[in-house]
């Protein structure tokens, strides 16, 4: 099942990406449903981004890989940079309803800088 996606964003919204386009409007089941997609899917990617930084993360980003999912933060301190993990389904699928929520506390420890 496909969803539908249309431009037409508000300035202060959460935006929900993926390669077929973003969403402006959406709730939590739309960003579990596009998760779920990405999980059986290596070509696809997943990107939900907060109109401002929510506790240092102004976005969050996942893919899959051989090992699991990866998840990428993008971290808002001066300039923007990512950090990652491999992790669990689960633990993605948290990570981005926390975020979602407004209560997602990363832990800077669990992370690696992204080498580009």
Same mark, same amino acid.
């Given at each position: 099942m496909e969803r539908s996606f249309k431009n037409v964003g508000r300035m202060e919204s959460f935006k929900l990406e993926n390669q077929n386009g973003a969403l402006f409007s959406f709730n939590e089941a739309d960003i579990e449903f596009l998760l779920e997609d990405m999980f059986t899917d290596e070509d696809q990617f997943v990107t939900l981004t907060s109109p401002s930084a929510v506790n240092k993360v102004r976005y *969050?980003?996942?893919?899959?890989?051989?090992?699991? *999912?990866? =998840?990428? =933060?993008?971290i808002e301190e001066m300039n923007t940079h990512l950090i990652h993990k491999v992790c669990s389904e689960e633990e993605c699928k948290a990570v981005f309803l926390d975020f979602f929520r407004g209560c997602f506390m990363p832990k800077a420890n669990e992370y690696a800088p992204v080498q580009f």
């Open positions: *969050v980003q996942a893919c899959m890989h051989d090992e699991g *999912v990866e =998840l990428q =933060l993008g």
